[in-house]
């Protein structure tokens, strides 16, 4: 494997660790997609007692 395509999902610290990782592996990295939720689908109301 030489080339490929990373998708990171969500906000966290190991994603920038991971990402070193794979660069200091040797493997180019074609491109970085970053799929941040944009506040998506509405929760359900909580429940009351």
């Known amino acids: 494997m030489q080339r490929t395509e990373v998708m990171i999902k969500g906000p ?3 994603r920038d660790a991971t990402l070193r990782a794979i660069r200091r592996s040797g493997i180019l990295l ?4 970053d799929t941040m939720p944009h506040n ?3 929760s ?3 429940r009351r007692v």
């Not at 074609?30 to 997609?33: G, H, L, V, W």
């Open 40 to 42: 998506g689908c509405r």
């Open 44 to 46: 359900p109301k909580k």
């Open 12 to 14: 966290d610290i190991r």
């Open 30 to 33: 074609k491109f970085i997609r």
